[in-house]
């Protein structure tokens, strides 16, 4: 066997995707793991520029070009891909710049996040979450305390008063203490103990369909697709109901900012099996997806989505989606999300009981 054979037996045994770029950043090789990912064959790849495959990337080609240009090498971790089919995935990209024969090449590496990573990164997160939670809700309470005692003092205030123009003053304190307190109570979450029972899910999100279509500010059109073999559900219905209506809310804003847009909704159950849920391998899982097909969500909040006081929106309170998380979370369940260009999806996953779980 020649050297060149050894190499290239070698290159097509590697889990990595490897490709050779030249500099008109066309294909000029990709290895079995490249056309597993691009799922084409070397013939269908082969002359054809990278981002006639790829609809949208957090890799820049401005990025690579200037890497071919300067001779530099550089490497990047968990980059957004997505395929023109749709499918999306996330990946570690290494980029060498080579020379041979006067002319430049890229050799670029990717390597697919693998799943151990990704629970890891999910526990992380969820870590961070509860962290940012309990200081908010710590502050929340140490803010609750002494607001009480200043509308109580305005109340006294108040009635000592016989000027109605000095009344309007203390009625301001009043009336921005009970401001402040509601939002103090939307940072404390519900504070009442779940109901659970069993429920078909399918009616509950019918209801949350039926909501936003009420909504005559919208003309965002609701598609279902639903597995009709799911079983009833061990649920606090109110809850759920309030945490899928938050994140369909959610999408509709975002979509109702690109009216150029012709929106769509998509809810998609499924049933998904050995799901990690915060360390803990349920068996059985139900899978709610709500997914639109808006701008996505920029970059810089992905990590951050959850957090209380976190919004895009001019006049959010950023309370929505960390609501919706601990609701989820009085389920044993969690929320996944994926966002790029043109698709947002949002993943509810709640474990699948067979009996009672309190029994």
């Known amino acids: ?91 570690d990209v290494s980029v060498t710049s080579m020379r041979e024969l006067n002319r430049s090449y890229l050799l670029i590496e990717i390597r697919l996040v693998e799943q151990q990573k990704k629970i890891s990164q999910d526990n992380h997160q969820w870590a961070q979450q509860q962290a940012a939670k309990e200081l908010v809700r710590g502050l929340a309470h140490e803010i609750k305390n002494p607001l009480g005692g200043i509308r109580g003092a305005a109340q006294l205030l108040e009635k000592e008063l016989h000027s109605e123009e000095l009344k309007e003053f203390t009625g301001v304190i009043i009336e921005q203490s009970d401001r402040l307190r509601n939002l103090v109570d939307r940072l404390l979450g519900p504070n009442i103990r779940p109901k659970f029972n069993w429920y078909n899910v399918h009616e509950v999100l019918e209801k949350v369909c039926t909501l936003v279509n009420l909504d005559p500010s919208h003309s965002i059109s609701i598609i279902r697709d639903y597995d009709p073999s799911i079983p009833d559900l061990y649920l606090d219905q109110d809850m759920f109901q309030q945490a899928t209506l938050n994140i369909v809310r959610n999408s509709v804003q975002a979509l109702m900012q690109y009216p150029e847009i012709k929106g769509e909704i998509r809810i998609v159950t499924r049933i998904d099996r050995r799901v990690i849920i915060h360390g803990v391998c349920f068996p059985l899982c139900v899978k709610i997806s709500i997914i639109d097909n808006g701008p996505g969500i920029p970059a810089e909040l992905k990590d951050t989505l959850f957090y209380p006081m976190v919004t895009t929106k001019a006049e959010g309170s950023g309370l929505g989606l960390s609501i919706s998380q601990t609701l989820i979370g009085h389920h044993r369940g969690k929320i996944d999300v994926e966002s790029w260009q043109g698709k947002t999806e949002f993943t509810l996953y709640i474990p699948i009981e067979r009996k009672d779980p309190e029994k």
Not at 26 to 32: D, E, G, K, L, P
């Open 1 to 91: 066997m020649t050297d060149s054979v050894i190499s290239e037996t070698l290159l097509d045994n590697l889990s990595t995707a490897v490709l050779q770029l030249n500099e008109k950043m066309h294909i000029r090789y990709a290895n079995h793991a490249a056309q597993a990912l691009f799922e084409r064959s070397l013939g269908l790849l082969m002359d054809y520029p990278i981002y006639q495959f790829i609809s949208t990337s957090s890799l820049d080609i401005e990025r690579l070009k200037h890497s071919m240009e300067q001779g530099e090498s550089f490497s990047d971790s968990e980059v957004e891909l997505t395929f023109l089919d749709g499918r999306h995935t996330q990946a």
